[in-house]
Each structure stands twice: as structure tokens, then as C-alpha cells.
């Protein structure tokens, strides 16, 4: 961390201990095929062993409960008599053929991936040390290890989904730990923030702009010959070379280091925004929908745009696996979820939108670029809402939730996991007395078996699984779900 | 220098002088006289107040949301006073506080309102944080972004009260006085049986009287939406169970509203946790992101007891003997810096930090959409009640944490260094006709010229400025030579100017100023 760079080579030093660290050769961590140039709108040659997995955290809580709804008559009856103004009228619901289910009518543009069969929701997911009956709930004593820590604070159960862990203290994310397990040549690339997802013991999640923005350091580039730049920049590498006295202070210069070297080799990439001369015809297309005058008209859709830039140009990009993050906010609908007599408008209808139009449009551009297959797409949030509303049009916060997989490789038209029943104070409820019967539903799958479906598709073995995922081990033989 | 950096928004070298002419303690009890940065900026209620046809905005300059709205007018004043006005140690504590106590533009518009808010918190940095928490459990704009306004005892909304408990007080996980948690490990403070009890106790609050709608006021018997002013109860909304709290208080049966707020106000002042969680949060804002035990300790103490040396009231929770017992502790003013001291510096303050460093001068419109939103730290607008960055971020390949690494990243690495070179080779941003009394962002180099023609002097004197002490020997070298570069005969003009361009570039740039120590 403290020793001075000494070469200027593409491997940033972090990576090198990665490559060294793992016995990797140099030629598998990058990938077969990835020296290929990429043929636009024909499957490249790297496809035939890439994998990406794309994170997308809903920040705030998102109320599954209202993005995946039963359609049956009874379970509907039953949601709709809790819910009250907040419930989503049955007829507006966006059919799920094939299930009794019906996204928010604010997702429609995912009825394509869910014909595809593409589209799969999972359900009543959340952190968990084990599995967790309501008696073992209601019998957990302090510290007992029973149950996940800090239960209903968003800054807590944000670091389980994001840690893959039932202890709010863990440092680092399953995103990065499954990065350095599988000695990946990038670590978490993020359009989002330098989230606990992508952290790992040594590494950073790489944190990159948006499209249009410039990823370096003005008057720093290699394109800079001036003289007083090119002394400036020699002074500048002589600083950040230079141990530091604390040891914060070296983790930034490690970083800052590591961002030189990245920005030369990304910075081209990341600025190409929608009708550019090096944009990609088939992206472009896929997200015309949420483009105007060449930008992308929402946050996720311009993450997303940006993911799928990345992706296409992985040649630049380098490496066989990527795991990347991005998020929204704005989910912690304490108050007018819903406006008032219409219940399929109001804030949490607008999020609903971007991310199901976001999505969809990631998912066209894809399938164009004949990469369905190979990304797999997945939501985390803090936590479920409660089931039943609270006085100002809203929702507290609770536990068990409503997910996404999206992707060629998923096995979609169908629903994983088990559907909470539909009881405040009944069985997956934590609450029992009369003062708690808010419908706070303890989830019936972990976090832990959703993050191994996804792992063990991108590549990691049962070992690897074990220590990334280490309460996986308590849930028996029911480490996956068959989602894909 | 090194008490310049954490109890002003950055070293210029009158402040530093004025400290060694004071001394330390001295000049802390000076600053904590001191009371002259306000917001003023922005326009009023009216935004509230409107009954005609279509919106508030129709037929207004374009500038109506902007001015009415939102808190782009506070961010003028906010940079403006951290640049030049006198009481720095007031504004660095009340933007300490912002940063416990947050609301956000993001989720709530009126400039009005969020103005008396920040008005509040520079008026009790030195007063009680009890006060602070009392002012902003009545403040409306709190009111209305953790749903506390108009909160009905039928069904009562958990935000406000759930994120009073975690976030303004107490915290999830019971702690010793040094900060250290309970038995090693995460014991809860409180149950969510108790973060109902709370939300029921803190029901029938509505904004105060003043606004008005085209449409009258919803629900029945409550106040329109309006900020001038504190929340004010209404019996009908509020529950009158008894109710038990942290603390051993109880609200008794039948308490009104109000007296059942100052029983919250008991239960969170005489819990064990709020010394350490206040005091280790001020520590980290001010002085390093990981104190050592001792350090809590010494500072939670002194806000229990309510007095540090000649500093505070006797009574617990005294921000003057806390900041006191911050600022004065032998860890942040020892000479030995420890392998684990230190904090990034924050985007917001290393913004100010230059501009002052540099006999600069802000309007404050270049650091919000662009600079502020670059370095993700665009005051007054953090992401959620979560502020810009969690206190235990973890920091890679190390064992300690650093708040503000939670927002900083490859790409934020790198607009560090771009911000210097907006300010240094592209002159800053000139002044723009929409903002009042603009002064553009610009900084002004004469000062530093006279010793431009000896480039180590130059390069010393920016060093002790920015870092207290000369660059190490082999970077300084390196620094020395780019500075050099420019002479009479590269550019006969303007060569003294180019070489402090130069200089502050790369000091400004150095590690050893982003980081502080």
C-alpha cells in the first residue's frame, strides 16, 4: 500500500496482487477471446465465455407488495382489504401469463422479457442467519446470533443485502468478495457510488460517470505533451508515490493511482453518449424510448445505458466476468405512496416506471447485442414495506420483500420462493399482538440463497460459495433456487 | 494549522496567525462569541400561501422555483460565510450538525423553511442538544420529510420517530461512554415494540398556522402546509395511551402533545448512548474519522457533565463544552500523529478550504449543480436522512473506517484534481447575471507573487499554509522543477502568476492536503 509505483503498466498494483495472489495466469484472468474487436449488432466473440451480473439497489425499501400483486380472486380480495387506498386496482394490473400475479401497471414495458420467458420474480426474500420460523422469531433472545441485526433500519439491512451476511458490522460486500474469490480482472465497476456491494478487504468498488463525462484528470492525460504538464504530471506521480504518515491517506493515494491508470484506458468509453460516432446502433435503439437531444432522460435509464456500453465494449473493458452495481433512491415511501382515489399514480408509481422502462430498455439492447445470455440482471433493496398502510397514505418498514431476475439465462414465465400469506399477525408476521399487526413478513428464502443462484451461474464453485456466502451453510441442501 | 483545518472551513494565513496570537483555547472561546454568518437568501412563505388558479410559478420569472423552492439560495449564503465571514467555528459545527440532524431538498421543497431550519442550527451550535432536537422535532420541513406533520394516532407513521432513535440520538447498538460497544457486540437499544411507543407519543403535530391552498387543507382540522415557524400540537391527532419509553419515562395516560414531546426530549438526554454517539459523530466531522476510545470517552464525558475546563453550562449536553472537549483534546492537538488519525477532507469543505487558502471569494453557484453534484456532496441536498456518508464506512486495505470515503471513488479522485484546475487554469467561473450580488468563483494570487521569482520559497510558503509543513523532500523536488518551468522567458507577463498556479496545483492536489491529518 505504502510503496512507490514504479511502472505504468494497464495492471493497476491492486490488480497485480489479485493476479499473483490467486495463481491465475495472466491469460485466463483476461479472458479468452477478449483481444477480439466486437462486431456491432452480431454476437462477439468473447460471448462464448462472458458473464456478467448487474446489480440494480432499490434504496429506501421498495413495497413489493405493490410491484408484484396475486390476481387471484381470493388472494386478491384478501390484499386489497389490508391495503385499502393503497391497493392497485386487479383489472390494471400487468398480466403475468401463466401465473396468478400482475406487476404494477407502471412496469408494463416488462411484459416482453416476461413472454420471453426472461422475467422472474422471487419471492419474500431477505436477510436471515438461518432459517426462521415465527416461534423461532418470537423466541430470540439478544445476541443469540438468531436473527439478523438491527431488524427495520434501513443503514443496517442496506449492508446485510448488500454484505450477504446476518451481522451489521461486515466490511465488505458479497460483490466483492466473489470478485477477489474469483479473481476477476476488474473489481465491481459501479455507476452508482461506491456502495458496500463492491467493497472487498483491498478493493474499491470502481466508481465510473456518466455517459458524457469525463472519467480523468484534465491537463493529466497521456494526450497532454505541453511541457509544464508533463512536468506537472511528474510531480503530481511523485506525490501520490510518496508513503503517507497515516494510513488513510495511503488507501487515497492507492486509489488515486489506481484511477489514473483506469481512466486512460476507460475514459474514451465512458464519455460515448446515445449518437455519438462510436456509439453502438443497437444500444442506441433500445434506449431511444428514454433519449432525448442524445441524453438519457432518467437516472437508472443512464446507468443502465452506460452498464450496456460497458459491456458491449468489453474488449476495452477486459476480463470474462463482471459484476456491476448500480441503484436508485427515493424508495422510503413513508408518505403518499400513492396519491389519494388513484392508486396506480403518485411517487412510488413514478420509481416503479423508471426502473421497469430502465430494465426493459437494458434488456432490448441486449438481446440485440446477442448478450442476453450472458447478463443477469437482479434487484436488492433495504427491505420489504409493511402490509399494512400507515395514516399518511404510506408504508413503514418491514422485512421479507419482492424481487427481480431479469435475463436470457434465467428461467422466467415462472415465480421462485413462496409468496407471503396474506395475514397481518398470521404466519410469516412477525407481529402477534394487537399493537404490531402491520404485516412485517419474515422471509422464507435468505439473501445467502438468492446471491448463490446467481454466483454459481457467473462461475463460483460450492467452496467459493462457502466463503463468500458464509451463512449459506445453514441452510442445508437448499443452497439455490432454480431460478436459474 | 492543524486546529485551522478542523475548526474552520481551512487555514488562510491570518487565521493562523491569529491563532498563535491567541492561543488555542482562547481562540476557541473567542470563536464560540462569535455570530455573524446568516441565511438570508431566497424568498418566502408565499410558496405556501398561494389560492389563485393554476401554479405558484405561472407568470414568475424563471427563476421562481429556484428562489422559492429549492435551497440553491442557502447554498450562496453557506459558501459566501464559510469563505469570508468571521465566526467559522459556528458554521463548521452547525454544518456538523446538518449532517446528524438532515433534511434534504431532495425530498422537500420551500426555501423558507429550510432557512430557518439552518438558521436554527448555526443559533444553538454552542447551546444544548437537547434544544437542537427539540427544534427539530417541531421543525415543519423535518415535519414533512420523516412524515411527523399531521401524523395520525389511528395509524401512526414510524419514520420520524424510528430515525430519532437511530440517527439523532441514540443509535441501534447500546455503547460504553468510549463509544465501544456493549459487551463487544451489538446489543439493541431498543425494540420496535419502542419505536411505536415513540411514534405514538410524538402523534398530533401540525404546521403552523399561515398557509392556505386553492383547495383548503387536508386532513380536516389540520394546518395547510406552511414552515414559517414550529409545528403546533392538535388533540384530536394526538394518542393519549400511556406509553413507555427509553430511560425508564413513561408518558403517563392523557398527556397532551406537547408536554409528551419533552418526556422523548427526557428519555434521549439521559440515555447512556447519546454522549459517545453525539460526541464520537462531532469527532469525526471535526477532527478524525477514528478516534481512539480514550478520545470518545474524554469527549462524551464532557458533554454528560456538561463542562470541559472553563467551557459549557454544568448541564448534559452542552455543545460548547463538547466542540470544547473536541477541539482541545491532547489527540487532536499532539504533535505525534498516529498511523490511524486522519479524515478526507470533504468535498464541501475542501471546496472552501482553497478558496480561502487562495484570497478567494464565492457566490457559491459553481459548487452546488456542478462541483457539489461532481464530488456527490451538494450541500443542503444529501440523498436520504442518511447524510452524504455513513460514520463507519470501511476504508480497503485498511482495518479502519472513513466516513467520507463512502463518497469518494477513482472518479472522485480524479475531480479533486479538477476542481484546482477550474479554479487555477480556467480562472474559475465568471460572475452570472441570475444570482444576486454574484461574485462568480475566483481567487486572487497577488498575494502570494512577491515570492514567485524563488520557486522553493513559494512552494514552502504554500505548504505551511495548506499542510502546516514543507512537502517531503523528494516530491517537493519534483513540485519545484514543474513550478520552474515557467521563467521570463516562457511568458515575460505573467510568470510570477503562472508559477503560484503551479505551485497551488500540485500542494493543493498532494495527498498530504486531501487527506488531513
Known amino acids: ?484 | 494549522m492543524r486546529l485551522a483545518d478542523q475548526a474552520s472551513f481551512g487555514p488562510t494565513e491570518a487565521l493562523v496567525a491569529s491563532i498563535k496570537s491567541q492561543g488555542i483555547s482562547a481562540w476557541v472561546s473567542t470563536q464560540m462569541g462569535l455570530k455573524s454568518a446568516r441565511y438570508t437568501s431566497g424568498n418566502g412563505g408565499e410558496v405556501h400561501q398561494y389560492t389563485g388558479s393554476g401554479s405558484f410559478c405561472d407568470g414568475k420569472p424563471t427563476t421562481c422555483w429556484r428562489d422559492w423552492s429549492s435551497t440553491e439560495p442557502l447554498v450562496w449564503d453557506f459558501y459566501r460565510n464559510a469563505v469570508t465571514q468571521p465566526d467559522q467555528l459556528r458554521q463548521r459545527v452547525a454544518f456538523a450538525l446538518q449532517q446528524i440532524v438532515v433534511v434534504s431538498n431532495l425530498e422537500v421543497t420551500g426555501t423558507y423553511g429550510f432557512r430557518l431550519y439552518y438558521n436554527n442550527l448555526l443559533d444553538n451550535a454552542f447551546g444544548n442538544y437537547r434544544q437542537v432536537l427539540k427544534k427539530v422535532a417541531l421543525s415543519p420541513v423535518m415535519g414533512d420529510f420523516l412524515n411527523s406533520a399531521n401524523n395520525d394516532k389511528a395509524a401512526p407513521n414510524e419514520n420520524f420517530a424510528r430515525e430519532l432513535l437511530q440517527l439523532f440520538s441514540i443509535g441501534t447498538c447500546e455503547l460504553n461512554t468510549d463509544g465501544s460497544l456493549k459487551g463487544g457486540a451489538c446489543t439493541a437499544t431498543y425494540s420496535n415494540e419502542v419505536v411505536r411507543s415513540y411514534a405514538y407519543a410524538i402523534t398530533g403535530w401540525t404546521y403552523p398556522a399561515g398557509g392556505a391552498t386553492p383547495w383548503g387543507c387536508w386532513p380536516k382540522g389540520m394546518n395547510c402546509t406552511y414552515y414559517a415557524g414550529d409545528m403546533i400540537p392538535v388533540a384530536s391527532f394526538h394518542d393519549s395511551a400511556e406509553r413507555p419509553l427509553l430511560s425508564g419515562v413513561t408518558v403517563a395516560a392523557g398527556t397532551a402533545a406537547a408536554p409528551a414531546l419533552e418526556s422523548v426530549l427526557d428519555s434521549l438526554m439521559a440515555h447512556p448512548n447519546i454522549g459517545p454517539f453525539i460526541g464520537k459523530q462531532l469527532i469525526q466531522h471535526l477532527v478524525s474519522s477514528n478516534p481512539s476510545a480514550a478520545y470518545v470517552q474524554r469527549v462524551a464525558t464532557a458533554f454528560n457533565s456538561g463542562k470541559y475546563q472553563a467551557f459549557g453550562s454544568g448541564v448534559k449536553g452542552d455543545l460548547a463544552a463538547t466542540v470544547a472537549a473536541v477541539l482541545l483534546d491532547a489527540e487532536a492537538r499532539g504533535e505525534a500523529v498516529a498511523r490511524s488519525a486522519g479524515k478526507l477532507r470533504e468535498p464541501a469543505v475542501m471546496f472552501a478550504g482553497v478558496l480561502r487558502a487562495l484570497h478567494g471569494n464565492t457566490d457559491g453557484d459553481a459548487l452546488s449543480w456542478w462541483w457539489g453534484d461532481s464530488l456527490r456532496q451538494h450541500v443542503f441536498r444529501p440523498p436520504s436522512v442518511f447524510n452524504y456518508f455513513p460514520p463507519d464506512y470501511p476504508v480497503p486495505g485498511t482495518t479502519l473506517v472513513g466516513p467520507e470515503y463512502g463518497i469518494h471513488s477513482a472518479n472522485a479522485a480524479l475531480e479533486r484534481l479538477n476542481y484546482l484546475t477550474f479554479l487555477l487554469d480556467w480562472d474559475g467561473a465568471a460572475p452570472s447575471a441570475s444570482i444576486p450580488n454574484a461574485l462568480g468563483t475566483q481567487i486572487d494570487l497577488s498575494a502570494f507573487t512577491t515570492d514567485a521569482a524563488d520557486a522553493a520559497k513559494l512552494v514552502d510558503r504554500l505548504s505551511l499554509l495548506a499542510l502546516g509543513q514543507a512537502l517531503p523532500s523528494a516530491p517537493r523536488d519534483k513540485v519545484i522543477t514543474a513550478v520552474s518551468w515557467w521563467t521570463d522567458k516562457t511568458d515575460a507577463t505573467n510568470w510570477k502568476t503562472k508559477r503560484v498556479k503551479a505551485a497551488a496545483y500540485l500542494v493543493f492536489g498532494s495527498p498530504n492536503y486531501q487527506v488531513m491529518r
Open chain 1, 1 to 484: 500500500m505504502n510503496t512507490t509505483v514504479n511502472d505504468d503498466t494497464l495492471l493497476s498494483s491492486a490488480r497485480r496482487r489479485w493476479l499473483l495472489g490467486s495463481g491465475a495466469t495472466l491469460a485466463s484472468a483476461l479472458g479468452a477471446g477478449t483481444v477480439g474487436n466486437l462486431l456491432l449488432n452480431a454476437r462477439p466473440a468473447y460471448a462464448a465465455d462472458y458473464k456478467a451480473l448487474v446489480c440494480i439497489f432499490l434504496y429506501g425499501g421498495n413495497d413489493g407488495m405493490n410491484m408484484i400483486v396475486p390476481s387471484d380472486t381470493a388472494r386478491y380480495n384478501q390484499y386489497a382489504g389490508v391495503r385499502k387506498a393503497l391497493a392497485i386496482p386487479q383489472a390494471s394490473l400487468t398480466p403475468l401469463t401463466g401465473v396468478s400475479y400482475g406487476l404494477h401497471p407502471a412496469m408494463a414495458a416488462l411484459g416482453t422479457a416476461w413472454n420471453d420467458g426472461h422475467l422472474a420474480p422471487v419471492f419474500n426474500l431477505g436477510p436471515l442467519a438461518q432459517p426462521l420460523t415465527k416461534a423461532q422469531y418470537r423466541a430470540a433472545t439478544a445476541n443469540s446470533g438468531v436473527l439478523p441485526s438491527s431488524l427495520f433500519s434501513h443503514s443496517d439491512q442496506q449492508v446485510l443485502w448488500e454484505t450477504g451476511s446476518s451481522d451489521s458490522l461486515t466490511r465488505t460486500g458479497w460483490g466483492g468478495r466473489a470478485s477477489e474469490a474469483l479473481a476477476t480482472v476488474n473489481p465491481v465497476i459501479s455507476v452508482a457510488g461506491s456502495a458496500r456491494f463492491g467493497l472487498s478487504t483491498t478493493q474499491t468498488p470502481l466508481v465510473l460517470p456518466g455517459p458524457g463525462s469525463t472519467f480523468g484528470a484534465q491537463g493529466l492525460q497521456a494526450t497532454d505533451t505541453w511541457a509544464p504538464l508533463v512536468a506537472r504530471k511528474q510531480a503530481i506521480d511523485a506525490l501520490y508515490a510518496q508513503a503517507q504518515d497515516v494510513a488513510l491517506a495511503d488507501a487515497y493515494t492507492s486509489a488515486q493511482r489506481d484511477a489514473f491508470a483506469m481512466s486512460a484506458r476507460l475514459g474514451a468509453l465512458v464519455k460515448t453518449r446515445p449518437g455519438d460516432a462510436d456509439a453502438v446502433a443497437a444500444i442506441d435503439t433500445a434506449f431511444a424510448s428514454l433519449t432525448s437531444a442524445g441524453k438519457i432522460t432518467t437516472g437508472l435509464g443512464n446507468q443502465l445505458y452506460q452498464l450496456a456500453k460497458l459491456i458491449a465494449g468489453n474488449a476495452t473493458v477486459q476480463g470474462n466476468r463482471q459484476l456491476f452495481f448500480a441503484s436508485m433512491g427515493g424508495f422510503d415511501t413513508h408518505g403518499n405512496q400513492v396519491v389519494t382515489g388513484s392508486s396506480t399514480e403518485g411517487e412510488h408509481a413514478r420509481l416503479l416506471k423508471e426502473l421497469g422502462d430502465a430494465l426493459a430498455a437494458f434488456y432490448a439492447a441486449l438481446k440485440a447485442l446477442g448478450l442476453g445470455g450472458a447478463v443477469t440482471t437482479f434487484t436488492q433493496s433495504d427491505f420489504g414495506r409493511t402490509f399494512a398502510p400507515n395514516s399518511s397514505t404510506g408504508t413503514d418498514h418491514a422485512w421479507g420483500n419482492q424481487h427481480l431476475v431479469l435475463g436470457g439465462a434465467v428461467k422466467g414465465g415462472a415465480t421462485y420462493g413462496s409468496y407471503p400469506e396474506l395475514v397481518p399477525g398470521g404466519v410469516n408476521d412477525v407481529g402477534q399482538e394487537s399493537w404490531e399487526l402491520q404485516g412485517r413478513w419474515i422471509p422464507t428464502t435468505a439473501v445467502d440463497q438468492y446471491a448463490a443462484t446467481l454466483l454459481g451461474w457467473f462461475g463460483a464453485s460450492e467452496g467459493q460459495l462457502d466463503s463468500v456466502l458464509p451463512n449459506l451453510k445453514n441452510f442445508g441442501t437448499a443452497r439455490k433456487l432454480a431460478f436459474l
